[in-house]
């Protein structure tokens, strides 16, 4: 089970109900990060996740509404107890940027790892059972868009087991995908394991224009998040001008792309009542969500009870 949650849907400057970007992803107890706007760390005690098991923070870009909450989330980070190494993974220039940003955090009990992506390149890492994935973005400066991915074995089939006289007390260690030698026998997992069965598929993108390779990159998410800066279509000149979207092609992307469902964030201050133009992207993607703060998603395997 994938869980998500979005911590900020504002974007630009914080408002008294809505805190500034960032969303926490969590599996099996372990979480990663997705940017860091100011109040990130409060958001964070808010939705009851915790601090010390966030192994790693993805940043899509270095303006302020991103990244400001960084200095205080380190520190509080530190003060869980932490000591296990943070690894910060984003675009250039990442070191310049944690340089700047650390200098009022400059004794941390961990140390931190700073991993640059590819500018111009689609890029692709693995932390802990996530498959990451990097797509650069059209924004006014170097931007990420995310996906996370994370696979699922193929079902033990125990007809076949059974008709190859493999003993049960084998079972277990062949389904997890480790080999087994039995009376001589080396018994390895592809013996009892069908393919690969759909895992779970989270695609993260603020701050960009829309593009053929964004809605290739989105393909077949569980679960889309994009921004939505403005709702009324008629904000369509000042979204390109500000290499922004509007709520409408955030809605084709969805549907472009195969997507389950879509929650929109990253609103404008100017976006009071962001559900006053819900439509917008309901009307062509109508499994479409309006985002807020703190909202939680579990998301379970297409075979297992939702």
Same mark, same amino acid.
């Given at each position: 089970m994938l869980e998500v949650? %979005?911590?900020? =849907? /504002?974007?630009?400057?914080?408002?008294?109900?809505?805190?500034?970007?960032?969303?926490?992803?969590?599996? $099996?107890?372990?979480?990663? %990060?997705?940017? =860091? /706007?100011e109040g990130t760390q409060v958001a964070i005690r808010h939705a009851g996740w915790g601090f010390?098991?966030? $192994?790693?923070?993805c940043l899509t870009h270095y303006h302020a509404d991103h990244v400001a909450g960084l200095p205080g989330f380190l520190l509080t980070l530190g003060n869980s107890g932490r000591t296990e190494p943070l690894t910060v993974f984003g675009p250039p220039p990442l070191e310049y940027v944690m340089r700047a940003l650390t200098v009022i955090a400059p004794q941390l009990p961990y140390e931190i790892m700073l991993?640059?992506?590819?500018?111009?390149?689609?890029?692709?890492?693995?932390?802990?059972?996530?498959?990451?994935r990097a797509l650069p973005m059209?924004?006014?400066?170097?931007?990420?868009?995310?996906?996370?991915?994370?696979?699922?074995?193929?079902?033990?089939?125990v007809k076949r087991a059974e008709d190859q006289n493999?003993?049960?007390?084998?079972?277990?260690?062949?389904?997890?995908?480790?080999?087994?030698e039995w009376q001589g026998r080396i018994l390895t997992p592809d013996m009892v394991i069908g393919p690969p069965r759909k895992g779970l598929k989270v695609t993260y993108c603020t701050d960009s224009r829309p593009s053929k390779e964004l809605i290739a990159f989105s393909r077949d998410s569980d679960l889309l998040i994009l921004e939505g800066m403005y709702g009324a279509n008629e904000m369509l000149e000042k979204a390109i001008q500000r290499k922004h979207m509007i709520f409408s092609e955030a809605a084709r992307i969805a549907e472009q792309s195969n997507s389950r469902e879509l929650w929109l964030t990253h609103f404008s201050p100017s976006l009071n009542q962001p559900e006053d133009f819900a439509g917008n992207a309901a009307n062509l993607f109508p499994n479409s969500v309006i985002g807020e703060d703190l909202m939680m998603k579990k998301l379970n395997f297409v075979d297992e009870a939702t």
């Open positions: 949650c %979005l911590l900020g =849907c /504002g974007g630009m400057v914080p408002l008294p109900d809505r805190r500034l970007t960032a969303m926490l992803i969590r599996l $099996d107890g372990k979480m990663i %990060l997705v940017d =860091c /706007g010390k098991a966030i $192994d790693a923070v991993a640059e992506l590819p500018e111009n390149a689609e890029s692709e890492f693995r932390i802990k059972e996530f498959r990451i059209d924004h006014m400066i170097p931007c990420m868009a995310y996906s996370f991915e994370v696979g699922r074995n193929g079902k033990f089939d493999i003993p049960k007390g084998c079972w277990s260690m062949l389904q997890k995908g480790n080999p087994v």
